[in-house]
Structures are given as structure tokens and as C-alpha cells.
């Protein structure tokens, strides 16, 4: 309890993880109705593992909560959920039409109007942080214009595939192009199969995990084209997810072997770079810099200590280690939109803690939470800039091309 978000929010034992355990466990008994009120006891979970983490006799509440949701999409299924995860989220070019609009925002120049006409101040203030989410919005979906193959600049040392996630595709379409700049310059040849789906990350947060190993399957088979030393992927979320294939799979005999294969070489980029022999960066970055956990990335895949030697790996950045940089920054997916209140809250700790450092920069490998993380540092009219420990990598390298 000392460690949960949401109790420390509301101090009350149903936002708790020993009151949502005493909950499914009496659902389960059947002493109380599994109920919508019950679900959403669930639902209002963050999962970010820290329950899990701390929890003395081994009680894994976050990992509980997901499994309540799976029970009960399977007792009573939701429609909405059925035509999101079957029918869009797994479509990347469905995916790709649907967030056309916003591309259009962006570049069109009307996000730009909007700000300098203060627009957006008319909206309710839900509606504009879920706009100050976005970052700035590629002209094309990344999915478009990689090459499906990147050779590695001088030596081809590693043969590397690619997940390249919705999000980073979508919105973050240059912080992974700089992933795939920096393992080129490091001796990796790249493949970034166009056809992989969804990770599988959203379905399982709603209660389908029959579509997360669906989805698993797919993205498997689709890798075992290629023979590749190692799997990299730069959403923290994506990656706790694909490294979890062997577990969803392992009572398909079919398929357990093959997605425990395929899980064994599912790297962070943090962790694979943190793997190899790095070039040393040229160029200088003089900024105050700090750091942001994400709960899939320090917790799910115990990668923590990697991405902050990257970012002191380049001269000139003063490294300040935030307070309480692994605690939850309120995304925890969509609850920004689901949960609004709740994740304001959480935001607002981390944003004080944030503030703390007097950071110039704040990098985090995660796209959820870098969305909210911009949330917060509009909230506040901060000057802060939000990055991938991969873009400051990448733009020290700069000077080499010269």
C-alpha cells in the first residue's frame, strides 16, 4: 500500500492493492457479485507493478486485476472493446487512416493557430491536456518510409530486428528513426518488418488476452523470416510485452517453444546498446538532464541502470537523478482518458518531483509516458523538452557526420 498510486491518492482500502486482492478473492468465492462496480475496482489499477514488486509474501495484485478483466470480458463480452481490439488496434493501416486527422492538425498548421489564438483555452480542460499529449506528429506514419533494411554503417557485427511499435510509428515517428540511426552507426545491419501487429499490450489491458495471443502469434511468425541475433524495440511497453510471449504461450504446444525462442531475444535498445561496444558520441549537449522510470521498463523488464548510462555516456549533460523517478506518472495507458482525476493526481506528484530537479530535459523510454509527462509540463506553462534517451544519443552523434 505504501508504494501504490492510487491509495496514496485516496487512502481508502478499495483503491488499494490488499483491498482490490480481498475483492477478486471474494468474487472468485462467490460472496459478492462480480458486479460492474467490482470491475471497475480493477480498472482503476494503474499496474505498474509496484505492489508486485514489494510485496513480502509474493502476492502479485497488479498481474490479479488484469486477470479479473480477462474473466470477466470472457463472462460477459464488451462491444465497443471487440471492434477496438479486433478490428482496428491490430490493423496498422486501419490504425493509419483513423489518426490521418491528427496528422492533418499538425501539419496543416492548425495546432500552430490554435496555440498562438489561445483556442485552446476555450476548451474543457480534460480536452486540452488530452491534446497537450500529442507530441509533434510526423507528415507520414514511420511505417511508410523506413527501409525495411538499414545496413550497418562500416562492419556488419550484429544482425538486429526491429518492432516498431504503433505509437512510435504513429507519433513518435523520429524517435525511432533515430533508434534505427543509432544502431546502424554501431555496426548493426536493421530490419523492420512493415507487417508485425500491435504488441499486444492494449487487448490485455481490457481483458482480451485470447487477442494478445493471437497477436503473439502473428508478430512470431513474422520474425522467424529473418535470422537475426537479437530483437530490439524502443517502447517500454511493447517490450515488457513481447518478452512475455513465452508465458502467454507456453500451454500451446505449438507454439510454447517457438515464442520462448522469440521472447530470449527481445531487447530494450537501451539494454542491447548497453550489450555491445558503443561509439563514443562527438558532440556536446550542455542541458540539465533527468530521467522518468517507465513502470514496463524498470519493473516488468528490471532495465533501469542502461538508459541513464547512455545519457551520461554523451559530454556535456549534467545528469540529476529525479526523486522518486520510478514511481507511476499516471498514464499507465489510457488512464488520462478513462480515469481522469486519479491520473491528474498521480501526474501532479511527479510533476513536483519533476520541477525539483530543475531539468532542462527530461528523457523516458516510454511513448505513454512522455505523453503525459508533456501533459503535465503544459499543465504547469514549463519550458521542458520530452525525449527518448535515443534522440540525445543520436543528435550527439551529429558531429560525426561532419
Known amino acids: 500500500m505504501s508504494v501504490c498510486p492510487t491509495y496514496r491518492e485516496y487512502l481508502s482500502e478499495t483503491t488499494s492493492p490488499r483491498g482490490r486482492v480481498a475483492l477478486a478473492r471474494k468474487g472468485l468465492e462467490g460472496q459478492l457479485e462480480i458486479s460492474p462496480n467490482l470491475i471497475e475496482q480493477m480498472y482503476s489499477c494503474f499496474a505498474c507493478m509496484a505492489c508486485n514488486e514489494i510485496c513480502p509474501v509474493g502476492i502479485r495484485p497488479a498481474e490479479l486485476t488484469l486477470a479479473m478483466r480477462y474473466m470477466q470480458e470472457q463472462r460477459q463480452p464488451t462491444g465497443w472493446k471487440k471492434t477496438l481490439f479486433e478490428s482496428l488496434i491490430p490493423r496498422p493501416k486501419r490504425m493509419e487512416t483513423a489518426t490521418l486527422p491528427l496528422r492533418l492538425y499538425e501539419n496543416l498548421g492548425i495546432r500552430r493557430l ?129 518478452k512475455e510471449y513465452g508465458t502467454y504461450l507456453k500451454d500451446d504446444s505449438e507454439w510454447a517453444g517457438r515464442a520462448a525462442a522469440f521472447s530470449a531475444k527481445v531487447r530494450d535498445v537501451s539494454e542491447f546498446l548497453a550489450e555491445i561496444p558503443l561509439e563514443k558520441p562527438k558532440r556536446r549537449i550542455q542541458a540539465r538532464v533527468t530521467y522518468h522510470d517507465p513502470c514496463h521498463l524498470r519493473r516488468a523488464q528490471k532495465v533501469w541502470k542502461q538508459p541513464r548510462d547512455l545519457l551520461k555516456l554523451i559530454d556535456g549533460i549534467e545528469f540529476i537523478e529525479m526523486p522518486e523517478a520510478d514511481w507511476c506518472c499516471g498514464s499507465a495507458g489510457s488512464q488520462l ?52 534517451p535515443i534522440t540525445l544519443l543520436d543528435e550527439a552523434y551529429e558531429a560525426s557526420d561532419g
Open 114 to 242: 490554435v496555440y498562438a489564438l489561445r483556442l485552446k483555452n476555450l476548451l474543457p480542460r480534460k480536452m486540452r491536456d488530452m491534446e497537450a499529449m500529442l507530441p509533434h506528429l510526423p507528415q507520414r506514419p514511420l511505417r511508410q518510409v523506413l527501409p525495411h533494411v538499414t545496413k550497418a554503417r562500416g562492419e556488419t557485427k550484429y544482425q538486429v530486428g526491429f518492432f516498431l511499435g504503433c505509437a512510435q510509428s504513429l507519433l513518435f515517428a523520429e524517435e525511432s528513426a533515430a533508434t534505427v540511426r543509432v544502431l546502424s552507426r554501431n555496426g548493426c545491419s536493421v530490419t523492420t518488418p512493415r507487417d508485425v501487429e500491435c504488441c499486444g499490450m492494449p487487448a490485455h489491458g481490457y481483458g482480451r488476452l485470447d487477442l494478445v495471443r493471437e497477436q503473439a502469434k502473428h508478430n512470431i511468425s513474422v520474425f522467424e523470416k529473418y535470422e537475426l541475433n537479437v530483437i530490439v524495440t524502443d517502447c517500454a511497453t511493447c517490450g515488457s510485452t513481447l
Open 337 to 388: 482518458i478513462t480515469h481522469y482525476e486519479t491520473s491528474t493526481h498521480v501526474l501532479d506528484r511527479k510533476m513536483d518531483n519533476l520541477v525539483s530537479t530543475k531539468a532542462q530535459i527530461v528523457a523516458s523510454g516510454c511513448p505513454g509516458c512522455q505523453m503525459q509527462l508533456n501533459t503535465g509540463i503544459q499543465r504547469r506553462g514549463l519550458d521542458l523538452r520530452v525525449v527518448h
